[in-house]
């Protein structure tokens, strides 16, 4: 069964953003910490019971994948006066 438009898809993600200006040392901290919590099978396994897709990108791969989804959608907020 599909649904939808061509050309666009549901998903849904979420991740972690800091302050601008975050020393790269405090960002490894964190991600590694959110790594470790990740791998938690009491964590990792509620998460995918529920759905959710478990990976973790490294900061520079949520960095892209964020910029590359403000590329794809900026077009739209444009028509919409939202920009």
């Known amino acids: 069964m599909r649904f939808g438009t061509a050309g666009l ?9 800091a302050p601008a200006g975050l ?7 964190l991600y590694e910490a959110l790594r470790q919590a990740m791998a938690r099978p009491e964590i990792k396994g509620k998460l995918e019971e529920l759905g959710n897709d478990t990976r973790v990108s490294t900061p ?14 900026r077009p739209l907020a444009h028509v ?3 920009s």
């Open 60 to 73: 520079s791969e949520f960095r892209a994948r964020v910029e590359q989804d403000m590329a794809r959608w």
């Open 80 to 82: 919409v006066n939202q």
């Open 9 to 17: 898809w549901p998903a849904h993600e979420a991740g972690f953003t």
């Open 23 to 29: 020393p790269p040392a405090l960002r490894d901290r």
